[in-house]
């Protein structure tokens, strides 16, 4: 089982910007894809951003494109998202997830990101 830890949330104003961070521990060894999603209230889960195991191919949601950088440090177990120009509609808790090998996924706890126009 992995566990993540999810941290760099908080309240900004529209065009700042925040950095998340999400630390792996357990059975970090099996650890495959990770990435960062968000829920808006009243809204789905949605995909923003994910990394690959070696951290060379990334994928973003059109929406955070040319604003959001995912990337990844496996000395330290622990995965970033650098978010800039932040938007009201980015207003949402932040999830990290952990994929394994085996297609398995873990989840971090969320933090929450408050964007104010």
């Known amino acids: 089982q992995v566990q993540l830890v999810e941290s760099g949330g908080g309240f900004v104003q529209a065009g700042g910007s925040l950095r998340l961070s999400c630390a792996a521990s357990?059975?970090?060894?099996?650890?495959?894809?990770m990435g960062w999603y968000r829920q808006a209230p009243g809204k789905q889960r949605e995909m923003v951003a994910t990394?690959?195991?070696?951290?060379?191919?990334?994928n973003y949601a059109d929406s955070v494109k040319g604003r959001f950088t995912i990337s990844r440090d496996n000395a330290k177990n622990t995965v970033y998202l650098q978010m800039n120009s932040l938007k009201p509609e980015d207003t949402a808790v932040y999830y990290c997830?952990?994929?394994?090998?085996?297609?398995?996924?873990?989840w971090g706890q969320g933090t929450q990101v408050t964007v104010s126009s």
């Open positions: 357990g059975s970090i060894f099996n650890i495959n894809v």
């Open positions: 997830n952990a994929q394994n090998l085996g297609l398995r996924d873990s």
């Open positions: 990394v690959s195991r070696g951290g060379r191919s990334t």
